[in-house]
């Protein structure tokens, strides 16, 4: 099947690059001012062709949690908002800690055949953190990485086999950066308004101490470390320093943690409950520098589809997480390119091209023989996000009524388009 995408801007490494591109057996034949095809032609005039969005981190919740959602409505949700590829953390019923359900998970997203899903192993069995899982064996079924996502690895020589035994088998250990001790129950940042609603807090030093376990122990080790979901400052600079001194070690964020403030929380609205939890501006001023000089290199979800019963509780009780994989894209450009803090090709580095080099994935740019993983985004046009409108089974969203650009028009897998509004 070809299809020939004319007339659009095309945000490649080097910059944007006004031509015509084609499609050809799943692959990009064909980048040129002009291309004239007997096939199907897509106009894309006044739209902007994006390498598809590649989310690392996000959770699709089956086997076992599909009331949240699940491989079907999650790959829905996902390729309505640009993504093309996805990495499912192994926080399902049962874990993904074997090679049994790494595999189900393939055979699932294969059956429902939209967006690219690669699962990720559990660390450790049942994420206990006691010992380490079927690692070659889950390799071997399709794992594209090891988490233990939603807690960390308490004990650190258990950490360090991990690590060790990981990278025979070329994986990175994601790190869900958490010292459950020091967090002691904290639902919300540790601060004034921790204080001023009666939320117990959390420090950011609970999530600062594993950044720096983990970043020693890539140093000692020599061995790449991935840091999930970087919410505090003193974080950020905890990898920038690492980084200088060439430690492996790369890092994520998320866009509620560069948009928005804990002030969030003294609504009380539970879709503003998330971990580790939104912080305070200096945070968020932190974060938005650590994208901009290379500190964070990727944007992700963190995709955590909730039931209502799930979130209509008191906030103590209600679960953590966003349903955030259809409005990402939207507002990371609203929040970053038309602010003038990234260009639009850095955001595409941030949330394509690095993820790939992070997870060694195929894809993640537009360039000839490159697979045909596309985004035709307007940026022009503008919506008020409405939860009620998501493919995705999770309405979980402190983003509701949020006026943002970027309106995916068609995505793109394999050369196949599987989503066009």
């Not at 938005?288 to 209502?308: E, F, M, N, W, Y």
Request: proline content about 3%; overall charge negative; charged content about 25%.
């Amino acid at each position: 099947m070809k299809i020939l995408i004319k007339n659009g801007t095309l945000v490649l490494g080097d910059g944007e690059k006004k031509a015509d591109l084609l499609v050809d057996e799943g692959k990009i034949a064909a980048i040129a001012p002009e291309i004239n095809e007997d096939c199907e032609v897509i106009d894309a005039a006044g739209k902007y062709v994006l390498p598809g969005i590649i989310d690392i981190h996000v959770h699709f919740r089956e086997p076992g949690y599909e009331g949240k959602e699940d491989i079907q409505s999650g790959s829905e949700a996902a390729v309505a908002g640009g993504v093309t590829q996805v990495c499912c953390m192994p926080n399902t019923n049962p874990v993904c800690d074997n090679a049994v359900v790494a595999t189900y998970i393939k055979a699932r997203a294969a059956e429902v055949g939209l967006c690219k899903v690669n699962p990720i192993g559990a660390i450790t069995k049942g994420e206990q953190g006691e010992s380490l899982a079927d690692i070659g064996k889950m390799k071997a079924a399709g794992a594209v990485a090891l988490s233990d996502d939603g807690r960390s690895v308490k004990n650190s020589y258990i950490m360090r086999l991990a690590m060790e035994y990981a990278s025979d088998f070329g994986l990175k250990c994601l790190c869900h950066c958490e010292d459950s001790d020091l967090v002691d129950g904290g639902v919300v940042n540790e601060g004034y308004n921790s204080t001023l609603t009666g939320l117990k807090g959390s420090l950011r030093a609970a999530e600062d101490i594993m950044i720096a376990r983990e970043i020693a122990l890539s140093e000692s080790l020599d061995i790449p470390v991935h840091i999930c979901h970087v919410s505090t400052y003193s974080g950020v600079e905890l990898i920038r320093s690492a980084k200088s001194r060439g430690v492996k070690v790369t890092a994520e964020t998320c866009p509620h943690y560069f948009i928005l403030t804990d002030d969030v929380i003294t609504s009380y609205d539970t879709d503003t409950k998330v971990n580790p939890p939104i912080r305070e501006q200096r945070d968020v001023d932190a974060i938005i520098r650590g994208l901009q000089d290379g500190t964070i290199d990727c944007i992700v979800t963190d995709h955590a589809p909730h039931s209502l019963k799930d979130k209509q509780v008191e906030y103590n009780l209600a679960a953590s997480g966003i349903s955030g994989i259809e409005t990402s894209l939207a507002l990371s450009y609203t929040y970053l390119v038309k602010t003038g803090k990234l260009t639009l090709c850095e955001l595409a580095e941030k949330m394509s091209a690095a993820p790939a080099a992070v997870l060694g994935l195929e894809g993640g740019s537009l360039s000839v023989g490159a697979p045909a993983d596309i985004a035709i985004v307007d940026f022009g046009e503008k919506y008020v996000i409405d939860s009620s409108k998501f493919k995705s089974k999770g309405r979980n969203t402190p983003f509701e009524g949020y006026e943002v650009y970027g309106v995916v028009k068609y995505t793109i897998v394999d050369g196949q388009i599987k989503y066009k509004q």
